[in-house]
C-alpha cells in the first residue's frame, strides 16, 4: 500500500546566507510512503494504518522548529522522522524551495529510503 502527502506547505528558516536566516522560506513537501501493513483494509481502524494526520503534523513541527542550511540535509532528516515507524518499508520525499530566484518557481531535492528487511 502507498500512502501519499501532496503538497505540505510550511514555513522555516532555510538557506546558507545570511539574507536567508531572517526570514521564514516556504517550502512545499510531497511523500510517497509505502507500507505492506495492510490490516486497515479489513478493520478500517486508525491504529491498524499509517496515520498521516499525526506524521503530517510531526512533519511541521520538525520544520517549524529548526533551522536548516541546505534543503538536502531537510530532505534526509524528513525522511528519517518518517522511517521512524517501522511499518514504513520505503519513503520518498521531495522538498520545494520555493522562490529563491527569480524568474524559477522552485528548487526541489528527493530522496528515497528503503528499509532493509
Not at 521564514?24 to 510531497?30: A, D, P, T
Not at 524528513?78 to 514504513?88: N, T
Request: net charge negative; aromatic share 6%; charged share 30%.
Amino acid at each position: 500500500m502507498i500512502i501519499e502527502i501532496k503538497n505540505l506547505k510550511t514555513k522555516t528558516f532555510l538557506g546558507i546566507h545570511d539574507w536567508e536566516k531572517s526570514f521564514l522560506r516556504e517550502i512545499i513537501i510531497n511523500a510517497e510512503i509505502e507500507t505492506n501493513h495492510i490490516q486497515s483494509l479489513f478493520s478500517d481502524e486508525i491504529n491498524d494504518t499509517i496515520d498521516y494526520d499525526s506524521l503530517t503534523k510531526s512533519i511541521k513541527e520538525f520544520i517549524e522548529k529548526n533551522h536548516f542550511n541546505l534543503i538536502e540535509k531537510l530532505t534526509h532528516q524528513i525522511i528519517q522522522l518518517i522511517m521512524k515507524d517501522q511499518r514504513i518499508t520505503r519513503c520518498k520525499v521531495r522538498i520545494d524551495k520555493m522562490n529563491v530566484i527569480e524568474n524559477v518557481e522552485s528548487f526541489a531535492i528527493t530522496l528515497e529510503e528503503k528499509r532493509v528487511l
